[in-house]
């Protein structure tokens, strides 16, 4: 059965984003970038809010043309427009790249989708990850800690007073300072 995967970029103090949306502090560069593609490159299809789906498809499908893109930015756009992607949300009413638009998170669709074969499914964007983690539905966390501590912005989960074991499953830690951090669910 196919996990969903969490994978998002988080300060020191738990901020995926900075305050008004910053993004700027990210510390990607080239080895994790190509680690980033080499995970990601096996996905069966990236799952994304709307707000995350507009911030990729702004870049992405032409990145490989730029040329400032790096090696691993080239890769990942063709990575990125080839994907199957589902995108949640309530407000689109059409996505393009290889994007199919659906307007809720139904617990026991996902549940078939987990089921099909193929890859594991990227989760990404904090809401829905939000509500994925509501319905228990994330299998595994992988969380990117940056060398920074932000004192502001969105935290990636809300407070919900709700309690979710987790196992380490694994770390590594990269040149540039920022630690993956692999949990599972418990009992898994």
Known sequence: MRKIVVQMNVSLDG???????????HLVDDELHQHFNAELRVMGAFLNGRRSYELMAQFWPTADRDPSSSAPMVEFAGIWRDMPKIVYSRTLDRADWNATVVRDVVPEEIRRLKAEPGGDLALGGADLAATFLRHDLIDEYRIYVH???LGGGRRLFPASGDRHPLRLAGTRSFGNGVVLLRHERAGR
């Open 15 to 25: 901020f995926f984003e900075g305050p008004g949306g910053d993004l700027g502090w």
């Open 147 to 149: 060398p920074v501590v």
